[in-house]
């Protein structure tokens, strides 16, 4: 009985965990953060860092990492600190200047991983933090959210794909070259 009604509290609140996890994944990190990243890691200067990060012994590379991983986190703990006082603007202007440099971080850590993972306490934290979100994406209401938000953008871009849409585009000047003409 307990079980039954702690679920029945729990769910709301994870599926609003959930909703947020996937907005900052679609959103944040596969539109903004991961081109961001495939430039970094094209750049050929990034490609001397590479080679002078490899050279580093593992508390070298420790401590620029969670230096790094601190100023991000920082940065959003001061983004949402903006948010509490209202300052809607300004905390989402320091969001979007974190993303870059959280692009960078993710860069760093995929390059000095294996030395990272020497660290018992770290390979520790690190497979826990795995083990999680795997939780999370096997979860029903993670499967159900992402699911919904899928169809949500299809129908979304049936709509914009509408001929009503495009006449309404072409009367208002939109260029585009499938736009039927108007009876």
Known sequence: MFKKLFLKLTN???TVLVLLYLVLEELVWERIAEPIYQFIHGLKVLQKVEIL?????????LGF??????????????????IAQGQVLLATVIYAAKIPIA???????????DKLMTFAWFKWCYDGL???LMKIKT??????VKTRLHEIKVWVKSVFASAAIRRLKALLGFKNRDIEPLA
Do not use: D, H, K
Request: net charge positive.
């Open 139 to 144: 979860s029903t209401i993670y499967i159900n």
């Open 65 to 82: 990492f969670l230096l790094l991983f601190a100023f991000v986190e920082g940065l959003s703990i001061v983004a949402i600190g903006f």
């Open 12 to 14: 709301p609140l994870l």
């Open 103 to 113: 692009a960078f971080t993710f860069w760093v850590f995929r390059i000095i991983q």
């Open 130 to 132: 795995q083990t999680v």
């Open 53 to 61: 990060l490899q050279g580093l012994n593992r508390y070298a590379i």
